[in-house]
């Protein structure tokens, strides 16, 4: 029997997703799913091909209690199981211990009334290569409110965009790579005429899926095994502007994708982040350096300390994370020191001014030590850092 349902749904291989109505199906079929677990979904769906960090999928399910990680994990396991992920080569959800999840299937928004494709559609295969063009669209993350001390290297990337078609920022973990691709990408946002994907590859445990991880971003159907193709039936003859954020892991598919799309599309620009160059012909290297900071902090006045972004920066989030946090010349010497011992390293030191507005700067100096403590920065490998205020994050700066 066919189903009816108010409201856009979302398509992806044999499943429809109906948020408006709390409905799954499968081959037109109702599927038992539990009240969290069809909002885990449901979240990850909205945003397929991008990082949703464990506390933004957290606060977001479990948004009128408080739960471990553990209650995640048990809802994530079974979701997997009940879509049959990694069964007959079917994969929905990649994730990466410790930091997130994402959607990585191709998905579909269509328009119940008339099963005619809501805007923005997602056109077969067969229409991307037969017509090169697909609805615009853009999957960029948030930007955040103020990109502290990166104005050179925004007015350097912006400059020789012209003569690069493609840019990779590459620069170690926790540096701000991320939040730098994404304020350039928004910056271009009009050139492009809102032709922009976002791929982050931060959670994908297997390279072999980097091109569905394009296409998906994309807002791309797949029609068989050819995702390259529906790739390229998209960017060609068009101008489109790609993302590609964390690509160390995944070097070889992501670097050979490049090229290819390079060689056939010249139209298309394609800005990366990376530990390391890709490493292909034509590519444009910007290493971004840390944040600066002052080497000896005893020897300057307050209002120089002030001047370096390492420092500015944590002041800033301290203070979205705590607009009541007292800060004055005693604090501000504990702050330079803290920017100090993390090398001017966005992620640490965002996380840090976090930790600072909950336990006082005092106290999480003291927790600093001498040196980085995994527990207080985490992992240099991702980026909890808020974006606004202390409750956003997005993976991997």
Known sequence: MENRHLGEQI???PFCLSPGERLLTKDREPVPIGGRSLDLLVALTERPGQVLSKRELMKRVWSDVVVEDGSLRFHMAGLRKLLGD??????????????????????ERVDPAGD???????????DVIE??????STNLPPRLSNLVGRERDIRVLKEQADRARLFTIVGPAGVGKTSLAIEIAHQAAAEFGGSIAFVDFSMLENPAIVPSMIVGAMGLTVEGEDALAVILGHVRGRRFLLVLDNCEHVMEPTATMVERIMDEAPGIRIL??????????GEHV???????????????AVKEILT???????CERAAAADSALD??????????GMCRRLDGMALPIELAAVRAATHGIAATARQLGERVQPGLVGSADRTTAPANTAGDARLEL
């Not at 005619?116 to 067969?126: Q, T």
């Not at 370096?308 to 944590?314: D, G, K, Q, T, Y």
């Not at 800060?327 to 330079?336: M, N, P, Q, S, T």
């Open 11 to 13: 398509v992806f291989g």
């Open 86 to 107: 990694g069964e007959d080569g079917a994969r929905y959800i990649a994730t990466q211990v410790g930091v997130g999840y994402a959607f990585v299937a191709p998905t």
């Open 116 to 126: 005619m494709p809501a805007v923005p559609s997602s056109p077969s295969i067969a």
């Open 131 to 136: 017509t090169g063009v697909a609805a615009n």
């Open 272 to 281: 990366a982040t990376s530990r390391e160059t890709l490493r292909v012909r």
């Open 286 to 300: 910007h290493r971004l350096d840390p944040l600066g900071y002052p080497e000896d902090p005893d020897t300057l």
């Open 308 to 314: 370096f972004p390492a420092v500015e920066l944590f």
């Open 327 to 336: 800060v004055d010349e005693k604090a501000i010497r504990l702050i330079a």
